[in-house]
C-alpha cells in the first residue's frame, strides 16, 4: 500500500503538469484575445482609412473616390500652384484664423489655468467648490458651448441687447456677426471651455512639488513672485508640455465648436482647416481637395506629437 501511495504522489505532479502548462497559456493569451478585436478594428478604421485618405489626395476623386492617380494636383490646386483652375481662397483664410485661434487659445488657456491653479493653491476658501465650477466647462460638448456663447454673444438676444434693456444704449459688440472679429468669438468660448481643464492639470502638477524646496527658498529670503518664477514654474515644465499637446490637439481638430457658434461666418470668415475639409469634400464635391487639406491637418499633428513622443521616449532612460 505505501509503495502504490508513493507511486501515485510522484505521477500526480507529473501528469498535473500539462494541465497546468494550457492553462498559464490561456491566462497569457486571454488579454490578447480580448484585446485583437479592439485592435484590429483600429488597424483597418483609424490607420486604414488615413491610408486611404492619403490616396485620395493624389487623384483626382470628386463626388465619389476615383483610383485615377493625378499625382500632386490635389495639392497644388489648394495652395494655388496651378493656372488652370481657380485656388480656393477659403484655405488661406482658413490657415489665417487657424494661426489666430491657436496661438491665443493656447496661450489664454496656459496663462488662465496657470493663474487658476495658483490661486486655489493657496489653500482658499471654498476651494472645493470652485474647482468644480472651473472644470464642468469641459464637462459639455462643443455643440453645447457653441449654442450657449451664440445666444449670448448674439446682438439681438444677449449681451449686447440686455444692456439695451438696462438703459447703456451706445453699446455695441457685434463680433459674431464681424467677418474682421468672427473667429475671435471662437477664441473666447474655446478658452471658457478648456482653461478649467487645463487649471485642474496644474494644480495636480502644483500639489505634487516637494514643500522641502519651497520652505528652503523662503528660507534664503526668495519673493513669492522669485519662487514662481525660478523654481515653481521650471517645476511645471512636463506639465506646460502636455497642455501644450492637448491644446493644440484640440485646435487643430475643432470643428462642431464653428459650426454650432458661428456656422461658418459671414462668408466662411469664420473656418478652420476642419471646416474648409468638411465644405470641400460632403458639399463641393471635391473629394481629392478635401483629402489634401485632411493630410495637412494629420502632419500638422503629427509635426506637434512626434518631437513630445521623442523627449518623452529620451527622458525615461535618463
Known amino acids: 500500500m505505501s509503495t502504490v501511495a508513493t507511486s501515485q504522489i510522484k505521477l500526480t505532479p507529473e501528469h498535473a503538469r500539462p494541465r497546468a502548462s494550457v492553462r498559464s497559456r ?3 493569451a486571454l488579454p490578447k484575445i480580448v484585446l485583437a478585436p479592439s485592435f484590429g478594428i ?3 478604421f483609424v490607420y486604414g482609412f488615413i491610408l486611404w485618405t492619403i490616396y485620395l489626395s493624389f ?4 463626388t465619389f473616390p476615383s483610383y485615377v492617380l493625378t499625382g500632386s494636383r490635389a495639392y497644388q490646386r489648394l495652395w494655388g500652384w496651378t493656372f488652370d483652375t481657380d485656388p480656393p481662397s477659403s484655405w488661406y483664410t482658413s490657415i489665417t ?6 496661438f491665443l487659445y493656447i496661450a489664454i488657456c496656459l496663462a488662465l489655468g496657470l493663474f487658476l491653479a495658483i490661486l486655489l493653491d493657496q489653500k482658499i476658501r471654498g476651494e472645493g467648490v470652485l474647482r468644480p465650477i472651473y472644470l464642468y466647462p469641459m464637462a459639455l460638448s462643443f455643440i453645447v458651448t457653441g449654442v450657449a456663447w451664440k445666444w449670448f454673444l448674439d446682438p439681438g438676444l444677449g449681451l449686447e441687447q440686455t444692456l439695451h434693456q438696462w438703459g447703456w444704449t451706445s453699446f455695441h459688440f457685434d463680433w459674431i456677426k464681424n467677418k474682421d472679429f468672427v473667429i475671435y468669438t471662437v477664441v473666447i468660448a474655446g478658452v471658457w471651455q478648456a482653461s478649467g481643464f487645463i487649471m485642474a492639470m496644474f494644480l495636480a502638477g502644483l500639489r505634487g512639488i516637494d514643500g522641502e524646496i519651497m520652505k528652503a ?13 525660478r523654481i515653481v514654474i521650471p517645476l511645471l515644465r512636463p506639465i506646460f508640455l502636455s497642455a501644450f499637446i492637448v491644446l493644440a490637439h484640440l485646435a487643430i481638430k475643432s470643428y462642431d465648436l464653428v459650426v454650432a457658434l458661428t456656422s461658418g461666418g459671414p462668408g466662411g470668415s469664420a473656418w478652420l482647416p476642419s471646416n474648409f475639409m468638411y465644405e ?3 458639399k463641393r464635391n471635391e473629394m481629392a481637395v478635401g483629402s489634401a487639406s485632411a493630410v495637412i491637418m494629420l502632419m500638422t499633428i503629427v509635426a506637434i506629437i ?9 527622458e525615461k532612460p535618463r
Not at 487623384?59 to 470628386?62: P, R
Open 26 to 28: 490561456l491566462q497569457d
Open 42 to 44: 483600429t488597424i483597418v
Open 59 to 62: 487623384t483626382n476623386s470628386k
Open 97 to 102: 484664423n487657424m494661426g489666430i485661434f491657436g
Open 217 to 229: 527658498a523662503q528660507i534664503d529670503g526668495a519673493t513669492t513672485f522669485q519662487l514662481y518664477r
Open 280 to 282: 470641400y469634400t460632403f
Open 306 to 314: 512626434v518631437p513630445y513622443l521623442y523627449s518623452e521616449l529620451r
